[in-house]
Nanobody, 116 residues
């Protein structure tokens, strides 16, 4: 059974930091490209960051470049999103996504709320 379980969300003040984790199971994690997306109330889901299978290539939305870092540990089947200098505009539900030619999987999301 495929599972993606996000954790690490919460309430933080503007300028603060959070580290999100996404633990994967039920598939060969190292063969999947991993991404973090977010969806704010009333807005479409948007890509935040992505990382290649081996972790050697990453990409970021312009709005988070220089503040967020995506990483993965294939030995632990986990992908991370380290978030610094959080802003109220970062408030959203954050989802991790696993993608390969064999399929796409989504987690249930974790809420991040940044207060001003």
């Amino acid at each position: 059974q495929v599972q993606l379980v996000e954790s690490g969300g919460g309430l933080v003040q503007s300028g603060g930091s959070l580290r999100l984790s996404c633990a994967a199971s039920g598939f060969t994690f190292s063969t999947y490209i991993m991404s973090w997306y977010r969806q704010a109330p009333g807005k479409e889901r948007e890509l935040v960051a992505g990382i290649s299978r081996g972790g050697d290539s990453t990409n970021y939305a312009n709005s988070v470049k220089g503040r967020f870092t995506i990483s993965r540990d294939n030995a632990k089947n986990t992908v991370y999103l380290q978030m610094y200098s959080l802003e109220p505009e970062d408030t959203a539900v954050y989802y991790c996504k696993a993608r390969s030619p064999g399929g796409i999987y989504w987690g249930q999301g974790t809420q991040v709320t940044v207060s001003s």
